[in-house]
């Protein structure tokens, strides 16, 4: 019993270790929160030179400018040097990008953002891969799917230090929440600090000495004879073996010789592109833009209703994560699809009809189905947009899968950012059709093209798309050969101590 209750509290201990480096999730929330704090600042507005349209919309996707160059750049660093070396270098962008809060010119500010969206590349590309990597098997599919619900503890975060910084009559209004980006990840600092390296990432490097001790700590709470920590050992280095004599190296060509591989890429294109135009974006980055649509223009009131979004995304994110294991993956993108929906045609009706009459409690009515929007966004594309991505990919492609994935969503961000002004600014509220025609086609896509893949471990995971083909220890002999290896052990330590008897 006593061993057993220390082997679950470093199992969790494992878990939250693997969740505190949740570095890029909260970074980008901060931004999206920020920009929608600031924005509605005028001393923000003088500095930058009064700011519409094409360059408003440039400043709010510098960021992910920044985010998608640096992403094509660390997967070589994630398989090259282990899955935490490409944190640190993340934070030597966040230095830079803070240092530049510092100038007294618009193009500080814009080069800020560019390597604050640099940083957040580097810890949004390796994070979630060490998270799935060195999570407690049972544990893996939650601690994966609250990776991404940092976000909102990002943008709540800022969206209360914008708030209290809204009344100061100088640049400290909006500067005090700018520098402040880089409480969070040293925050968090110490908790990569002390995670371990992922155990495949040493076993695909012939480290399986290092491997074997990370998994007897973690998941076994120091057991030696641990039949779980056989277990994973074999399947986890029987899977990369045969992945490596099957393929002899890993590109993203490989994305398209199979249909299983193309089955993959097609859940990772589109889900990116799901979880950024189901009508977030305009939200996230343009809250006061929105909300000036229907009336509702105090600092004061989209401050805090921008708190109150935030802290409301934050529960139903987390709450989800939590279930992605109970009720399944498919049942929460299908649920998330018919919840947008039913908000976003409140929201689109209510705005068309104020923009008519002009009348303020049907502006006021807006704000309540903005809510229910997120919480159906909040139920599926945030939590599963990362987690969802990284579980479906082997070990070889599984941070080029990722890279897929983070490229796509800063092009359809950067994208989103940059024209919702344009739109915003040109038809206001008939724009928002074009997010009911994307959750519409979600939905469809989702029903006919995402498999259900609880219940599987990452090795097994193949089995999904490839079915027999799939390279993967077969789970019957592994669990023979792991349990083969404790009864030798067992055999050997009673035949020693026998000697030591005679």
């Known amino acids: 019993m006593g061993a057993s209750a220390v082997a679950t509290r470093q199992a969790v201990g494992s878990d939250l270790l693997a969740v505190l480096p949740n570095d890029g999730p909260s970074a980008n929330g901060y931004d999206g929160s920020l920009m929608n704090g600031i924005q509605a600042l005028d001393q923000w507005h003088e500095f930058m030179d009064m700011p519409t349209g094409a360059w408003l919309g440039f ?59 640099c940083a957040s590349a580097c810890w949004a590309n390796v994070v979630p891969l060490l998270i799935n990597e060195i999570a407690y098997p049972t544990h893996r599919g939650i601690a994966s799917a609250l990776f991404n ?101 890993a590109s993203y060509a490989e994305m398209f010789k199979t249909s299983g591989m193309r089955h993959r890429l097609w859940i990772t294109l589109t889900v990116a592109v799901f979880a950024q135009w189901a009508g977030n974006g305009v939200v996230s980055y343009y809250l006061s833009l929105v909300l000036d649509t229907v009336g509702v223009t105090s600092v004061t009131d989209q401050t805090l209703i921008a708190v ?32 947008m929906f039913v908000g976003f045609v409140a929201v689109t009706g209510l705005s068309g009809s104020f923009a008519a009459s002009g009348n303020p409690a049907t502006g006021i009515a807006v704000i309540p189905f903005l809510f229910v929007f997120f919480a159906g966004y909040d139920i599926a594309l945030t939590p599963l947009i990362i987690s969802y991505t990284c579980e479906i990919w082997p070990y070889r492609l599984r941070s080029r899968g990722l890279t897929v994935a983070l490229v796509t969503t800063v092009i359809a961000i950067f994208f989103n950012t940059f024209v919702n002004p344009i739109a915003l600014e040109a038809i206001g509220w008939k724009y928002y059709f074009v997010f009911l025609i994307v959750i519409v086609t979600m939905a469809i896509t989702v029903y006919f093209t995402y498999p259900e893949t609880r219940g599987h471990t990452l090795e097994q995971m193949a089995v999904v798309f490839e079915g027999r083909d799939a390279d993967v220890a077969e789970a019957a002999e592994t669990v023979f050969r792991s349990a083969s290896v404790v009864s030798e052990k067992q055999k050997t330590a009673h035949v020693s101590t026998h000697e030591e008897k005679v």
């Open 308 to 339: 109150g979004i935030n802290i409301w995304n934050l529960i139903f994110s987390v709450t989800a994560a939590f279930m992605v294991d109970r009720l399944g993956r498919r049942f929460l993108f299908l649920a998330s699809s018919a919840i």
């Open 149 to 249: 619900c940092g976000w909102y503890v990002g943008g709540t975060v800022a969206a209360f230090i914008t708030f209290g910084t809204r009344n100061m009559a100088n640049d400290w209004s909006w500067r005090i929440p700018t520098i402040l980006q880089i409480l969070i990840p040293v925050l968090i600092l110490p908790g990569l600090i002390f995670s371990p390296q992922s155990p495949r990432w040493l076993m695909s490097v012939d480290r399986h000495e290092e491997a074997r001790a990370m998994l007897e700590k973690w998941h076994a709470g120091g057991d030696k004879d641990s039949l779980l920590v056989n277990y994973e050992m074999i399947e986890i280095s029987e899977t990369i073996r045969i992945e490596k004599e099957a393929h002899s190296s």
């Open 59 to 117: 400043i709010n996707a510098v960021y992910w400018l920044g985010n998608g160059i640096t992403c094509c750049f660390t997967p070589y660093i994630n398989n090259k040097y282990g899955r935490k070396l490409g944190v640190y270098v993340g934070y030597i962008f966040m230095t830079l990008g803070i240092a530049l809060c510092a100038s007294d010119k618009p193009i500080g500010f814009v080069l800020s953002r560019f390597f604050v969206g």
